[in-house]
């Protein structure tokens, strides 16, 4: 009987590390997560999940076959397997693949979280059959992953794709990267906290929101009272999606994408975000790209989506030799 064929799929956070064994079609045969320990160097992680890993290739059957590992994590290079000084991680700069090499022979690839959401996309998701799109991770950053004609763009370095970091307002929020006016300090998880504190201190706006403290709000509460026509995180949203939806004319100008994709916990507030974030988009664009470009959400659903992406990452180096 011919075996089947699998990718062990790995996505490293700065608090939790998912893995998963992934089949060609998209389906995972098995998947944990364990935390990452961001104190600890990246070989202690990594010698922690491939114990893990070994133990599962153990108990399935005989049927299955472990082909190759793709990673996603923050600060990847693709180009170099290396992951360097990453926001979250004390690791410094370090050579994942060369490090990987300690626990498997498997032909391995890296790139950051978001390259990985854009192959998880067009091999698994929403943008299967499309050669030019662009996904836009919506989490505690703004990431990004750019496809044109069919191949992920990294650029001369490997770290093309930072539409996160490209400026809203020279004069605006404090950016994590050391500058002001990053689109990510607005269309963000973070973003949206920050834009509904500002809405409470500038306007009479009734809401819900008042009564939460900075520490304790999260974007999805904000989504909940958005849902229940709470007028000050309605406003909210609409004041993301102006933003959101600027940056992303912007980015159709440099690619001309057939859609945009949106992934992540703030894109899961759907036509909250998606809608007004269209009519902003429509608005700012090009005369020839106007009612061209679509805007659509993730197909790579639930807790799994990490591990697809990743995953996808050397399904799509494998496919090509």
Same mark, same amino acid.
């Given at each position: 009987?011919?075996?089947?064929?699998?990718?062990?799929?790995?996505?490293?956070?700065?608090?939790?590390?998912?893995?998963?064994?992934?089949?060609?079609?998209?389906?995972?045969?098995?998947?944990?997560?364990?935390?990452?320990?961001?104190?600890?160097?990246?070989?202690?992680?990594?010698?922690?999940?491939?114990?893990?890993?070994?133990?599962?290739?153990?108990?399935?059957?005989?049927?299955?076959?472990?082909?190759?590992?793709?990673?996603?994590?923050?600060?990847?290079?693709?180009?170099?397997?290396?992951?360097?000084?990453?926001?979250?991680?004390?690791?410094?700069?370090? %050579?994942?693949?060369?490090?990987?090499? +300690?626990? *498997?022979?498997?032909?391995?690839?890296?790139?950051?979280? =978001?390259? !990985? #959401?854009?192959?998880?996309?067009?091999?698994?998701?929403?943008?299967?059959?499309?050669?030019?799109?662009?996904?836009?991770?919506?989490?505690?950053?703004?990431?990004?992953?750019?496809?044109?004609?069919?191949?992920?763009?990294?650029?001369?370095?490997?770290?093309?794709?930072?539409?996160?970091?490209?400026?809203?307002?020279?004069?605006?929020?404090?950016?994590?990267?050391?500058?002001?006016?990053?689109?990510?300090?607005?269309?963000?998880?973070?973003?949206?906290?920050?834009?509904?504190?500002?809405?409470?201190?500038?306007? %009479?706006?009734?809401?819900?929101?008042? +009564?939460? *403290?900075?520490?304790?709000?999260?974007?999805?509460?904000? =989504?909940? !009272? #958005?849902?229940?026509?709470?007028?000050?995180?309605?406003?909210?949203?609409?004041?993301?999606?102006?933003?959101?939806?600027?940056?992303?004319?912007?980015?159709?100008?440099?690619?001309?994408?057939?859609?945009?994709?949106?992934?992540?916990?703030?894109?899961?507030?759907?036509?909250?975000?998606?809608?007004?974030?269209?009519?902003?988009?429509?608005?700012?664009?090009?005369?020839?790209?106007?009612?061209?470009?679509?805007?659509?959400?993730?197909?790579?659903?639930?807790?799994?989506?990490?591990?697809?992406?990743?995953?996808?990452?050397?399904?799509?180096?494998?496919? +090509?030799?």
């Amino acid at each position: 009987m011919q075996r089947i064929d699998l990718t062990l799929g790995i996505d490293v956070g700065g608090t939790n590390t998912a893995f998963g064994l992934v089949s060609r079609d998209g389906k995972i045969v098995f998947e944990k997560s364990i935390l990452t320990f961001a104190e600890l160097p990246a070989e202690q992680l990594f010698s922690r999940l491939f114990n893990d890993v070994n133990k599962a290739v153990k108990k399935l059957n005989s049927k299955y076959n472990v082909i190759g590992i793709g990673i996603g994590a923050p600060n990847a290079n693709y180009y170099k397997g290396t992951v360097e000084l990453p926001p979250n991680l004390n690791w410094g700069t370090v %050579n994942i693949l060369k490090l990987i090499k +300690k626990f *498997s022979p498997l032909p391995s690839a890296i790139t950051n979280d =978001a390259n !990985a #959401a854009a192959i998880g996309e067009m091999l698994f998701g929403a943008a299967k059959g499309m050669k030019n799109f662009i996904v836009i991770t919506l989490g505690t950053g703004l990431g990004s992953g750019i496809v044109v004609n069919g191949e992920l763009v990294y650029g001369e370095d490997g770290f093309a794709g930072e539409i996160g970091h490209t400026i809203v307002d020279p004069n605006g929020r404090q950016c994590g990267c050391g500058r002001k006016g990053c689109l990510e300090t607005y269309a963000s998880a973070p973003g949206i906290r920050k834009t509904v504190f500002e809405l409470i201190s500038k306007t %009479n706006l009734e809401s819900e929101l008042r +009564k939460k *403290s900075f520490e304790n709000l999260t974007a999805k509460e904000i =989504a909940e !009272a #958005a849902m229940k026509k709470d007028k000050l995180a309605l406003e909210a949203f609409d004041y993301t999606a102006k933003i959101l939806g600027m940056k992303l004319a912007d980015s159709i100008a440099y690619t001309s994408p057939e859609a945009i994709i949106l992934f992540g916990g703030l894109a899961l507030a759907g036509n909250l975000i998606l809608l007004p974030t269209k009519k902003y988009m429509e608005q700012h664009l090009l005369n020839i790209f106007k009612g061209k470009v679509k805007i659509l959400p993730s197909k790579l659903s639930g807790n799994s989506a990490a591990i697809l992406g990743a995953s996808a990452l050397i399904w799509n180096e494998l496919n +090509k030799n």
